[in-house]
């Protein structure tokens, strides 16, 4: 295949795109809401960094300054943000803050990540010690948070508190492995309400019901880069990690297609009636294998294992319209609750109802942080 077209199709992502009009925010786009700090762009932010460290190119560099700079006021305040929600999905984007204070020396930046940190300090916990997805939603740990908060969370650690809490980075994440790992499929559910009242959680285990791709892929990745931002202070921690990694990439082998080489939208359902394959969830999990081989975490053999799943993705879903690139087949959203939306219940039949849509960041990040790493293997 001719990657360079991977190069053209970012291009034309940033081209296309302002800080108040990303192209790729198409949650945004569709429900009309104003551009404010979120996840979706925090993932494009992310994998455009990636690329520029790869590349050295440094127009990647000056968008990323342009685009947050528009969000992160002098002060440290943050455009959209609102500390007071406690929702850990607005902690994503903080991370590549750290990057741009580096780069920049702008004290707004740093600002800006004491802000955030502020709300992990004060984020309300389960019994356990997780921290709520949103303060909406009481004693609830979804696989998504783990990406959102704790890669964040590392980061400061490692580079601003000299990793004393890595401790309970690490808990959290055995704490999931613990209580949302189905040890016989060997897959992750989505979501855990400690108190089991969510009216989509199990009254026995507080579980949700299906094994939803995209949420796998967050958590997979959450493990894979806070690995990967963790110092050698802690030997111990770090190889906690690393072995529910290598778990977790291990059983996640065995639910490739074996044709198509990419991952279902419910996992374990490949083939059902209404399933499909997605885009995300197999570009996050891509990712996670080609890093943690790449690393050391997992056996060298799955770079190629998650090079075929990237391969995948771009045979399938990569096409060309007009002159210009699309990428396809990803899932626009899915959750669960609140209980003003009783559709939002876990189930197979929910998770193929949402809309599945081309170039949204969701998809398009991890694509892109996918092909960091296929060039990484060529090279």
């Known amino acids: 295949m001719d990657y360079s077209i991977i190069d053209k199709y970012i291009d034309r992502l940033i081209e296309d795109s302002t800080p108040d009009a990303p192209v790729w925010n198409i949650e945004n786009i569709k429900h009309g809401k104003q551009a404010g700090w979120n996840y979706i762009d925090g993932c494009m932010m992310t994998s455009l960094y990636s690329i520029y460290k790869l590349t050295g190119d440094k127009k990647y560099l000056e968008f990323i300054d342009k685009f947050v700079d528009y969000y992160v006021f002098d002060d440290g305040t943050i455009r959209g943000y609102d500390l007071e929600t406690y929702n850990v999905d607005n902690i994503n984007e903080g991370r590549v803050l750290f990057d741009l204070y580096r780069e920049t020396c702008k004290d707004k930046y740093l600002k800006a990540i004491e802000l955030l940190h502020k709300q992990l300090l004060e984020q309300p916990r389960t019994a356990e010690g997780n921290f709520w997805h949103k303060k909406i939603y009481p004693n609830q740990v979804w696989l998504d948070g783990l990406y959102m908060a704790q890669v964040f969370y590392t980061r ?82 770090k190889a906690d990690l690393i072995t529910i990694f290598r778990r977790t990439v291990e059983g996640l082998e065995q639910y490739i297609d074996p044709d198509k080489k990419m991952f279902w939208q419910v996992v374990d359902q490949g083939g059902r009636e209404g399933n499909y394959l997605e885009t995300s969830g197999s570009a996050m999990l891509a990712y996670a294998m080609m890093k943690g081989a790449r690393l050391g975490y997992v056996d060298r053999r799955f770079a190629e294992v998650g090079k075929s799943v990237f391969d995948g993705i771009c045979a399938e879903y990569l096409t060309e319209t007009d002159g210009k ?29 949402e809309p599945v849509v081309e170039n949204d960041a969701k998809g398009t990040g991890p694509f892109v942080m996918a092909y960091t790493e296929v060039k990484r293997l060529l090279k």
């Not at 989505?190 to 026995?204: E, L, P, V």
């Not at 699309?326 to 109802?353: Q, V």
């Open 156 to 237: 400061y650690e490692t580079e601003l508190n000299r990793g004393k809490n890595y401790a309970d980075i690490t808990k959290q994440f055995k704490n999931v492995y613990e209580n949302m790992y189905d040890k016989d499929k060997k897959l992750y559910y989505h979501g855990w309400d400690y108190s089991r009242t969510a009216f989509w959680s199990d009254a026995q285990t507080g579980l949700s019901k299906s094994f939803w791709l995209r949420a796998i892929g967050w958590y997979t990745v959450g493990l894979a880069d806070t690995i990967g931002y963790m110092d050698r202070s802690r030997p111990d921690l």
């Open 325 to 353: 690139l699309n990428l396809g087949g990803i899932c626009l959203m899915a959750g669960l609750g609140p209980e003003d939306k009783p559709n939002r219940n876990g189930t197979y039949e929910y998770y193929i109802s």
